[in-house]
């Protein structure tokens, strides 16, 4: 047996005499579509270009931009994150398409929907091999930076965040492991304090890395028995 994908009665019955004859029949290519659609194509030219950059182009449209005046490679992007939750005052969350649940999982979406409460677009992403397409896609700004090859837990407003928490029972010492795996993905960091180190001693431990160690820190977030708080966010000229 052979698939045949045409709807045409005709075309049918050709391919399937030329196949048991060994041999190729190549259906009628439509070559131009009628003023109608084309008029129709142009007053949806808006439409047409916000659905390609959210990646929901109709399938017909993918499967023939040369008609729409779309660039193939465009027309075929693959929706990259999934709508999970919008919010009236216009905040969102989204989340990647294959994402796989991890321990942190519940955590992520209550920090998420802090931000998108008050208006910030959030999207959760996974890991990605550096070598797959997909990570310049979605991490593609760290590129040439010193978090290339690196996969942030979360996008708020188009900047990178991690998010790190521990393994009970909680110590100081897990402070300070967490501010060290965090900042190696990304300036910006959350870190789970729901044990409640001081914020004196968490500062004190920033402040070290700022001075000492000279690594770039922007900003910091803890994260405390299902509610996040600013901790340090770094002002011009420091």
């Not at 399937?16 to 190549?26: D, M, N, S």
């Not at 431990?205 to 977030?221: A, K, S």
């Amino acid at each position: 047996m052979f698939a045949i994908q045409t709807e045409d009665d005709d075309d049918v019955e050709n391919i399937i005499q030329a196949r048991l004859k060994g041999e190729t029949y190549i259906p009628k290519q439509i070559k131009s579509v009628p003023s109608q659609f084309q008029k129709w194509i142009e007053n949806n030219k808006d439409r047409i270009d916000k659905a390609n950059a959210r990646g929901t182009l109709p399938y017909w449209i993918k499967d023939n931009p040369k008609f729409v005046n779309i660039k193939e490679a465009e027309a075929i992007k693959k929706q990259l994150f999934n709508m999970y939750k919008k919010f009236k005052n216009s905040g969102n969350i989204e989340i990647i398409d294959g994402y796989k649940k991890k321990a942190d999982h519940s955590d992520l979406i209550s920090i998420s929907r802090f931000f998108a409460q008050k208006g910030d677009s959030v999207k959760i992403t996974t890991d990605i091999h550096f070598k797959d397409e997909k990570y310049k896609e979605v991490f593609g700004d760290l590129i040439g930076t010193k978090y290339e090859r690196k996969c942030p837990d979360l996008i708020i407003n188009g900047k990178f965040y991690e998010y790190e928490s521990f393994i009970p029972p909680f110590s100081k010492i897990k402070i300070k492991n967490m501010l060290s795996k965090g900042l190696q993905q990304s300036e910006n960091i959350i870190i789970n304090n729901t044990n409640g180190a001081s914020d004196r001693y968490i500062l004190k431990l920033v402040n070290d890395r700022i001075i000492r160690q000279g690594q770039d820190i922007n900003e910091v977030w803890l994260y405390e028995k299902g509610k996040i708080r600013s901790l340090y966010k770094k002002t011009a000229g420091k």
